[in-house]
């Protein structure tokens, strides 16, 4: 695991997100059962899937803003972990 994906696990387990390793790919979600994103990491990206479908690609940079923003809109409407991607 490269230092900026070991940078962005840590962060979002300071989050309270799941943090999974399957196949060499590693899975950032909320990690109920009824989550509808996720961040996976395939060949250097971090892809956002909603619902299963891939929606974007990020660097790792990208990602960690992606999770600040997730993390403090969850925040300000007093929820825990962040379930739903703004605009959902």
């Known amino acids: 695991m490269s230092k ?3 940078t ?15 196949c060499e790919n590693t ?6 059962g009824n989550a509808v994103w996720c961040l996976t ?3 250097g990206l971090w892809v ?3 619902r ?4 974007i690609n990020f660097s790792s940079a990208e990602a960690i803003r992606f999770l600040d923003r997730v ?8 929820h825990g972990v962040p379930q739903h991607v703004a605009g959902e």
């Open 71 to 78: 993390a403090s809109r969850s925040a300000k409407a007093g």
């Open 4 to 6: 900026a994906t070991s």
């Open 27 to 32: 899975c950032i979600s909320p990690g109920s």
């Open 52 to 55: 299963g479908v891939p929606q």
């Open 41 to 43: 990491y395939r060949n």
């Open 48 to 50: 956002l899937q909603v």
């Open 8 to 22: 962005l696990v840590r962060k979002a387990v300071s989050l309270g997100l799941v943090c999974q390793e399957e």
